[in-house]
């Protein structure tokens, strides 16, 4: 069983930047592809950006180039660096862990405004 806690969701304008963390509970987190999911009022949950064990990024295109997926395996934790958001990025942000077994995190708030 691995342990997902995000953290770092808020409230911004447009324009401004974020930065959320999941720290995860994995003893092999290096194994694991890493991910970030959302789901915005109404919508389905969507991908936004994965981290590969060997350390290949996937990104959607509607966040490409304003948003980076970095990790620390040392730390068990990894990142989502979102810059220049829109109040389109408004939604639940969830974390994700793929190896055998999947998990997700309880997810975080990230709110932009216009």
């Known amino acids: 069983q691995v342990q997902l806690v995000e953290s770092g969701g808020g409230l911004v304008q447009a324009g401004g930047s974020l930065r959320l963390s999941c720290a995860a509970s994995?003893?092999?987190?290096?194994?694991?592809?890493m991910g970030w999911f959302r789901q915005a009022p109404g919508k389905e949950r969507e991908f936004v950006a994965r981290?590969?064990?060997?350390?290949?990024?996937n990104y959607a295109d509607s966040v490409k180039g304003r948003f980076t997926i970095s990790r620390d395996n040392a730390k068990n934790t990894v990142y989502l660096q979102m810059n220049s958001l829109k109040p389109e990025d408004t939604a639940i942000y969830y974390c994700n862990a793929r190896g055998v077994t999947e998990f997700w995190g309880q997810g975080t708030q990230v709110t932009v405004s216009s």
């Open positions: 981290s590969w064990s060997g350390g290949t990024t």
């Open positions: 994995a003893r092999t987190f290096s194994n694991y592809a």
